[in-house]
């Protein structure tokens, strides 16, 4: 007897979709790729494993499709600060500040792309590697934009700092998601703080 939750009557494809990757991403998020199966998303959103396979192929696709979601929400927003006035500093602090507004309520979407157990290569990898570089690139961007108005224009520093600025973003990231009680705005404003104290630091 199939269950009486699993229907999908009167509702449009798009919404559902909307809704499976919803709860796939927050679990997949939450408890890893390996922890993951379809059945829980399923039981989680209602509806049969059947029409998770029907939308999305497989495990597998489920996941990519919550990849390609989150990866574009992110890239998007650091794109957008990236054409806007701020320069420097500033630019990174509104970047932060841009990612924070908007992984509140789904922080579990960063840690996507550094999820352990998701497959190495195949469609999984690659689509981390396009999100990876695409925002890589744009954090490049901006690193080499402090550094030229320091007077520094060296390419193994630029591409030093880099992976700095990509390891302090990836590290308050993971430490807002293991504080799920800090909101956005004091996430920013601790921030704001830590670069005052190393500001400061160095002036002494």
Known sequence: MARPNAGTKGVPRLDRETQILDIASEQFGTYGFAATSVAT?????GISKPLIYNYFGSKDGLFEACLDR???LVADEIERIA?????GIQRGMATLGGMFALLDGRR?????FFDPSAPTTGPIADSVTVYADRIGKLAEEGVA???GLAGNDDL?????MTSVWLGIVDSL???WVEHPNESAEQMMQRCLRLLTAIVGEGEK
């Not at 998303?41 to 959103?45: I, K, M, S, T, Y």
């Not at 193994?156 to 030093?160: F, G, H, K, R, V």
């Open 83 to 87: 054409r806007g006035d701020a320069v």
């Open 145 to 147: 934009e402090l550094m």
């Open 156 to 160: 193994l520093d630029i591409s030093a």
């Open 41 to 45: 998303v399923a039981d989680l959103a």
């Open 173 to 175: 990231m993971n430490w």
């Open 70 to 72: 989150g990866g574009a």
């Open 108 to 112: 579990h979407l960063w840690r996507l």
